[in-house]
């Protein structure tokens, strides 16, 4: 007994001497600091983003995991709330921040983080709120027009070039989706909220304008007059078609680039086609933010991470996901120049409106989609459910105040 007594004395007194050893060592340490960034990207966009991640953690004393979040953005508010959420969000379309900011969530950048004169202008006012900015933007996107170059020489120039060629080719896209079919909508003025003096105006809705009734006629003729897609036409039907060859024109974005090149599709993109009298088609120009979360306890370093990834991201992400940088140092790269599809994406978005980033837009989806279907399967006219829409929506924003 005696003897185990001394057997554990020693071992006590090994124990105490090898702890106070660690921090003159660090041969023990394995406390390392730690981010943790929730990333709304591709699998293999998160991949490439690992690395970049870690060489800043290792040159700042930092492990840090990069997280594939396909979960709902509740799940984030959720999380955050109880203190488990991320430091950093990054990825998320800049849409979104609206309910984040709402819910003070967003801690602003600094001031002196950034310079803003390297971002393209469109892609900070995408992630500012009343003048100041709460997010950083990694990458830009739109949609286009895809065309098959074994079916179509040379891609249409005007709407009515688009649809004679289409009743012989075949057209599709998710038209009852508002992301793509805002752009009919845009063409001849319409738009969701009136913008005044760089603040959006949600009390102004102009969905149901006379230029927007006009965009909504031609969206019911592509289904019902020319029948170029079914009425309950989706995305992945339409990609589908175009991937198979059935169809020599899609409307979608960069994300189905890849997918066309593996497939050996023949294609390339152009902007779309403008209105007969010459006014371009605007689409909607996403922005990818990137956002510190308000609830971080490491909010200092979480902020030198995220400019670090952003800054040192956008070419990965520009091969990697086909994303349109913008940074305009990357942007007048020969990297990006040279290619011919993300340089169409990036004309097509030149002409682009920003997606509103205010809270009020997420009464403004389900209402349109509702309202796009009951113009493409005829059960009302463009201007019956272009007011109905509106009524929703104004309902939906009256409901959330």
């Known amino acids: 007994m005696k003897n185990s007594k001394k057997i554990l004395t020693v071992a006590l007194i090994i ?36 690395p970049i991640a870690n060489k800043w953690g290792k040159a700042n004393g930092y492990t840090v995991k990069v997280i594939t979040d396909q979960g709902s953005f509740q799940s984030f508010q959720t999380a955050a709330m109880s203190g488990k959420g991320p430091d950093i969000m990054f990825g ?104 005044k003096g760089g603040s959006l105006d949600p009390n102004d809705i102009g969905l149901a304008t006379n230029g927007a009734i006009k965009g909504l006629s031609l969206i019911r003729d592509f289904v019902l007059t020319y029948k170029f897609m079914p009425k309950d036409i ?42 007969d009298d010459g006014k371009p088609t ?44 913008v940074l305009n140092k990357v942007l007048a790269s020969s990297e990006v120049k040279s290619d011919k599809i993300m340089s169409a994406f990036a004309e097509q978005a030149k002409v682009g409106i920003p997606m509103p980033n205010i809270p009020e837009m997420s009464a403004v989806w389900t209402p349109a989609g509702n309202a796009l279907s009951l113009i493409t399967t005829g059960k009302a006219t463009p201007k019956q459910a272009a007011e109905a829409m509106v009524k929703q929506i104004k309902q939906g924003i009256a409901q959330m105040q």
């Open 234 to 275: 989706k995305g992945d039907i339409a990609k589908g078609n175009f991937q198979n060859q059935k169809i020599a024109f899609y409307i979608s974005g960069p994300w189905d680039v890849q997918d066309f090149i593996k497939a050996k599709v023949p294609f390339a993109v152009a902007p779309l086609p403008k209105t």
């Open 92 to 195: 998320l379309p800049h849409d979104n921040l609206g309910a984040f900011w709402k819910a003070k969530l967003l801690e602003a950048v600094p001031a002196n983080l950034v310079d803003k004169k390297n971002f393209v202008s469109t892609a900070l006012e995408a992630c500012s709120f009343e003048g100041k900015l709460y997010a950083l933007p990694i990458a830009m996107e739109t949609y286009a027009l895809f065309y098959n170059t074994s079916k179509v020489k040379q891609a249409p120039k005007t709407m009515s070039q688009l649809i004679t060629l289409a009743k012989k080719v075949g057209f599709m896209y998710d038209v009852n989706n508002l992301y793509f079919s805002f752009a009919f909508i845009a063409q001849n003025g319409g738009y969701v909220f009136k913008n």
């Open 15 to 50: 124990a105490f001497a090898l702890v106070a050893l660690i921090p003159l060592t660090g041969g023990f340490a394995t406390s390392k600091k730690q981010l943790t960034v929730w990333s709304h990207l591709t699998q293999d966009e998160v991949k490439a983003l690992q």
């Open 282 to 325: 605007p689409s909607f120009v996403g922005v990818q933010a990137a956002f510190v979360s308000a609830k971080s306890k490491n909010k200092d370093a979480a902020f030198k991470l995220m400019k670090y990834l952003v800054e040192n991201s956008a070419l990965t992400l520009f091969k990697v996901g086909h994303r349109i940088p």
